[in-house]
């Protein structure tokens, strides 16, 4: 069993920063691609960011040049720095990872309003 647990989201004005985190823990290994999805209000849960265990990314058009996907495969840990914000990243932000299977979080909020 693996269990993600996110942190860092919360509420910031626009053209702010702020970062996410998120541990793995459990029976884990070997962690593959770890990435970030969100779900904005009212709509499907769309994917952010993602980085492999070698550390190569990939990003969302909407987020190209503002976030920020990083890992820690020591500590098993994901990281998502965002800059820039808009009030179109408002949403659930969940982490994901692939270790045999897909693996989620339960999310932290991210709201971008003044």
């Known amino acids: 069993q693996v269990q993600l647990v996110e942190s860092g989201g919360g509420l910031v004005q626009p053209g702010g920063s702020l970062s996410l985190s998120c541990a793995a823990s459990g029976s884990i290994s070997s962690i593959g691609a770890m990435g970030w999805y969100r779900q904005p209000p009212g709509k499907k849960r769309e994917f952010v960011a993602s980085i492999t265990s070698g550390g190569s990314t990939n990003y969302a058009d909407s987020v190209k040049g503002r976030f920020t996907v990083s890992r820690d495969n020591a500590k098993n840990s994901l990281y998502l720095q965002m800059n820039s914000l808009k009030a179109e990243d408002t949403g659930v932000y969940y982490c994901?990872?692939?270790?045999?299977?897909?693996?989620w979080g339960h999310g932290t909020q991210v709201t971008v309003s003044s």
């Open positions: 994901w990872l692939y270790a045999g299977s897909n693996y």
